[in-house]
């Protein structure tokens, strides 16, 4: 990534010219595509930023400004009469509020540019007919009171009234919904990355309001603690529709950048440096353009060492070295949830190990146990490099209800039980409980991670399942349903000169592979992991260690 001020601008203005040019020659299909709101405004806002930017191929341009003003007039068009945005949410307050937060950028971009002008005016009346549903609006999720109040704080700058910082006032009352370790309550990486992040930075400038810059930067200490070698960060732990695949650092490019200038931090200034890539270029040049700063010079960086990592609240632990990391994964929310739910922290996989190119993406632990689903840890606890996770799943067999609770029309409550409703009135009916206790250690050494899984009762049937990512080759097995099975006491999974070895110590016969749980069957659907996958069946003691070796 360049360093200099000259060098980041000219990399940033040529990334956003090829936006634009993109943008410029897909204005008629986006427009004919019935789009969403916000692309409507994120491909004004690049036209814009490039249009009133000197060191643009299409500064000045009479293309880029007819088509900007094209596309806000098509905007404007798209608004309700109450001043809201449809979408896939109807007459949505926080969903128009991202829109909006772009044409706050836009019109910022445009102050002292005679020539827009006509165009600046016509951002300006979407604004006022948005701004008071926004200043009274509501929302569905923790990030958007953010997203919301970052908005009102946009349209105050521009537009001054006192009643947009009370109400931004009332949201930012409710406190900041950040833990000790970094993280937003919904441990996502990819809301920390759109809203939260962004949205308080612009709050915190904007009113002056220092504390919440600090939040953010306690975010990317977390982000930056969670990289992984392959470019992203980890999500495993997230509450959100990211918990199931992947997050690129590379989009946090501006954000390190701002905070390594703005507090010296040399680690993020390395994390920036790191990227080699300038993921959303228009939004970076408006960045650059509205703050200057940004462009300029990055602090000494300081390499990240070897180092683990614990985020007690998420019940995740990051271990990394070089192209080397194991992550370990105990906080899920089923156990005190007892669903599979938006919003809820349900990915089973548990471990996770990078050796260079060749990556394991998940180890689970399935089972037959009432239809229960896999282990999902109900406890994690960290003592130096070696992490414990525990499950204690149970179900229950009911006897008649009692002679008072007892219908003569056998019309019953209809009631959920935790495994499946039924119109029983469990709630009053004698119960035999049938529990499962798991224990799972994770010890991660040089290179290398020992898991031991222990069992009670062990007669219950359990398998591993490691998943490989896609690309590389399993040696040292054999194929059975839905994947592979060892063929001895040792594997390979090699890509390229990376390889991983899977060592274990004992094994049962493979009877069958992934089961997701009557939460995803009863639906005909599934959470299966995708990729090479190989199964070690737990045997008949209820225990096995297996060591898995980085080559």
Not at 218 to 237: F, I, K
Not at 308 to 333: E, H, K, Q
Not at 435 to 463: D, K, N, S, W
Request: charged share 20%.
């Amino acid at each position: 990534m360049p360093g200099s001020r000259t060098e980041f601008t000219a990399a940033v203005t040529a990334a956003a010219d090829l936006r634009a040019r993109e943008v410029l020659a897909g204005a008629d299909a986006l427009l004919a595509s019935d789009p969403h709101h916000r692309a409507v405004m994120s491909a004004a806002k690049a036209l814009v930023a490039c249009a009133v930017n000197p060191a643009s191929e299409h500064h000045g341009s009479h293309a880029a400004a007819a088509a900007a003003a094209r596309l806000v007039d098509f905007l404007a068009g798209m608004q309700a009469d109450n001043g809201l945005f449809d979408g896939e949410n109807f007459a949505s307050p926080p969903d128009t509020a991202f829109t909006v937060n772009d044409l706050c950028d836009a019109y910022a971009l445009l102050d002292g540019v005679d020539a827009l002008q006509p165009l600046a005016e016509a951002l300006a009346r979407i604004a006022a007919a948005a701004a008071e549903p926004l200043r009274l609006g509501g929302v569905h999720t923790p990030n958007h009171r953010w997203e919301l109040s970052s908005v009102l704080a946009r349209l105050h700058r521009h537009w001054p009234d006192p009643r947009l910082v009370a109400r931004v006032d009332e949201w930012l009352a409710e406190g900041v919904d950040i833990d000790a370790d970094g993280w937003y309550s919904e441990r996502s990486a990819n809301y920390a990355l759109y809203v939260s992040n962004p949205s308080l930075t612009a709050i915190g400038t904007i009113l002056d309001r220092p504390e919440l810059l600090d939040l953010v930067e306690r975010s990317l200490e977390a982000v930056a603690a969670a990289a992984l070698p392959d470019g992203t960060v980890e999500t495993v732990h997230s509450r959100r529709q990211d918990q199931q695949g992947t997050i690129a650092l590379a989009p946090f490019l501006m954000q390190f950048r701002r905070f390594a200038i703005l507090r010296g931090r040399g680690d993020f200034a390395a994390v920036a440096e790191g990227i080699g890539s300038i993921p959303h270029p228009a939004d970076a040049l408006a960045e650059v353009l509205l703050e200057p700063a940004l462009a300029g010079p990055l602090p000494a960086a300081e390499p990240r060492r070897p180092a683990t990592t614990v985020f007690a609240g998420s019940g995740l632990a990051v271990a990394r070295d070089g192209g080397f990391a194991v992550t370990v994964y105990g906080g899920s929310d089923y156990a005190s949830q007892g669903r599979i739910r938006s919003g809820l922290a349900t990915n089973p996989t548990f471990l996770r190990l990078f050796a260079g190119g060749a990556v394991l993406d998940s180890v689970r632990l399935s089972r037959d146990f009432f239809g229960l689903g896999p282990f999902r840890a109900e406890s994690f606890a960290a003592e130096g490099n070696a992490f414990t996770l525990r499950e204690r799943a149970s179900a229950a067999y009911y006897g008649p209800l009692p002679a008072g609770r007892r219908r003569a029309d056998a019309v019953y409550e209809l009631a959920d039980e935790g495994r499946f409703s039924a119109a029983m009135d469990f709630a009053h009916r004698p119960a035999e409980e049938v529990a499962l206790a798991t224990e799972v250690q994770v010890v991660v050494g040089e290179r290398e991670a020992r898991l031991t899984v222990q069992a009670a009762p062990a007669r219950v049937r359990q398998v591993l399942e490691l998943a490989f990512r896609d690309g590389g080759q399993l040696e040292g097995v054999r194929p059975v349903e839905g994947g592979f099975a060892l063929d001895g006491p040792e594997a390979v999974y090699r890509r390229g000169e990376d390889r991983i070895t899977v060592e274990a110590d004992a094994a049962g016969p493979f009877t069958r592979g992934y089961h997701p749980g009557e939460d995803y069957t009863h639906l005909s659907g599934t959470d299966a992991a995708q990729g090479v996958r190989l199964y070690i069946p737990l045997p008949a003691t209820g225990r096995c260690t297996v060591r898995l070796t980085a080559g």
